[in-house]
T-cell receptor, first 114, second 115 residues
């Protein structure tokens, strides 16, 4: 069965600093991978997705992620954090059988200080 | 284009009662999935419906059930509520069937509190 591990339930950065949120996955077949963001009292919004095209994926709000098969990783980065980036971030892997089902990591809360 | 709409947004029930949550997907989307989100367990998959058929089901007891109507709207029902059912229930829709879709569009959720 596929699984997702997000290292660090909380990550704190200063405004303007690099954001790095870690995600490692396991999957029996080449996966599709996703990063979602959740603001308080809201649903999940897609940041970016990897679907076996380019390994470096650019998303919304300046975020990007790199798929590294050898490391089974899909870390999320942003060069310069903004206060509005404070939210919870979830990494997810697709179902190998082709259903519209995602397996999510536990999430990482990003805290941004001025 | 309207997003995924979930009703009600908030509700409070007592143990032993039952609850029905509703989800209207994005127009044209035929797949609807449900997830339970709790602080301890995170996001857990409940079930997915496509063209009124349940295609996939997570590891939840039979008290959790769902259905999808011909207009793709979906409902989920939880019977004999327990305190541990308190959670944010998220509905998500997608356009196509299968792995090639991947992307799910989420509603804002229905927050259920069981007293």
């Amino acid at each position: 069965a596929q699984s997702v591990t997000q290292l660090g339930s909380h990550v704190s950065v200063s405004e303007g600093a690099l954001v790095l949120l870690r995600c490692n996955y396991s999957s029996s077949v080449p996966p599709y991978l996703f990063w979602y963001v959740q603001y308080p009292n809201q649903g999940l919004q897609l940041l970016l997705k990897y679907t076996s095209a380019a390994t470096l994926v650019k998303g919304i709000n300046g975020f990007e992620a790199e798929f590294k098969k050898s490391e089974t990783s899909f870390h999320l980065t942003k060069p310069s954090a903004h206060m509005s980036d404070a939210a919870e971030y979830f990494c997810a892997v697709s179902d190998p059988f082709g259903y519209s089902t995602l397996t999510f990591g536990k999430g990482t809360m990003l805290l941004v200080s001025p | 284009k309207a997003g995924v709409t979930q009703t009600p947004r908030y509700l409070i029930k007592t143990r032993g009662q039952q609850v029905t949550l509703s989800c209207s997907p994005i127009s044209g989307h035929r797949s609807v999935s449900w997830y339970q989100q709790t602080p301890g367990q995170g996001l857990q998959f409940l079930f997915e419906y496509f063209s009124e058929t349940q295609r996939n089901k997570g590891n939840f007891p039979g008290r959790f059930s769902g259905r999808q109507f011909s207009n793709s709207r979906s409902e989920m029902n939880v019977s004999t509520l327990e305190l541990g059912d308190s959670a944010l229930y998220l509905c998500a829709s997608s356009f196509l069937a299968g792995k090639d879709t991947g992307e799910l569009f989420f509603g804002e959720g229905s927050r259920l509190t069981v007293l």
